[in-house]
């Protein structure tokens, strides 16, 4: 960063001393303007799952502990106003956890500057930080990834969703729209998750 500042610094003396061409070519050769195309992507929740499980749940960016988004609406529907989610996101009456702790799918280099729109370009992030990251680069912005999480340690409380549903079926089933057919799309897919990977996940929670 401190170098690009120089950049500006040499152009800036290349335009006091009445160059503006020379301002040109220094900006033109060592900083020059990129246009950064605004890119939209639409991931499915199964594939949002696998991603998470290969992740751990794991924030690529800081290392946090993140949870099945199922299991935050789920706990909207049971706590309600003490746990409120707003349905267009509004962060006065949407509770943090949903931006601190929700998962989403990130492009590690964004597609905008030449990334991959595949599975080696993808990595788990906080909707927080999937937001501050926006077109940067991990070199951009200076970030240090941590390492890689592991389902078997922490799994987002995946297994808790499915345990507290077969234990209370009938939370799901009176829960309003689209609340109900949300967390019945995570349930289907972290079940589907869950026993592809066996063993892996080896702990339950005692509901």
């Known amino acids: 960063m401190d170098a690009k500042a120089g950049v500006l610094s040499e152009v800036c003396a290349a335009l006091l001393a009445g160059n503006p061409r020379s301002a040109k070519e220094t900006l033109a050769r060592d900083y020059p303007f990129k ?11 199964r594939r949002s799952m696998d991603l998470f499980m290969r992740d751990g749940f794991i924030d690529h960016y800081t290392g946090n502990r993140l949870i ?3 299991v935050l609406r789920l706990l909207h529907v049971v706590l309600g106003d003490d746990f409120p989610a707003h349905p267009n996101g509004k962060l006065s009456e949407t509770h943090l956890a ?3 702790l929700f998962p989403t799918v990130d492009h590690l280099v964004p597609v905008s500057r030449g990334g991959r729109d ?3 370009n993808w990595v788990t992030a906080s909707m ?18 941590p390492s890689a999480g592991a389902v078997k340690r922490w799994d987002g409380l995946s297994q808790w969703l499915i345990d507290y549903l077969d234990k209370y079926p009938t939370v799901l089933e009176q829960a309003a729209e689209p ?16 026993e592809a990977d ?10």
């Not at 990251?133 to 991990?138: F, L, P, Q, R, S």
């Not at 609340?179 to 869950?194: D, E, F, N, P, S």
């Open 198 to 207: 066996g063993d892996v996940v080896e702990f339950r929670f005692n509901v």
């Open 68 to 70: 099945n988004p199922g």
């Open 98 to 100: 949903f931006w601190e």
């Open 179 to 194: 609340h109900r057919a949300y967390i019945g799309q995570w349930l289907k897919v972290t079940r589907a998750a869950l």
């Open 118 to 120: 595949d599975e080696s």
């Open 35 to 45: 246009r950064v195309e605004k890119t939209a992507r639409a991931f499915s929740v």
């Open 128 to 145: 927080l930080r999937n937001q501050a990251k926006g077109h940067w680069t991990v070199d951009d912005l200076g970030w240090t990834p």
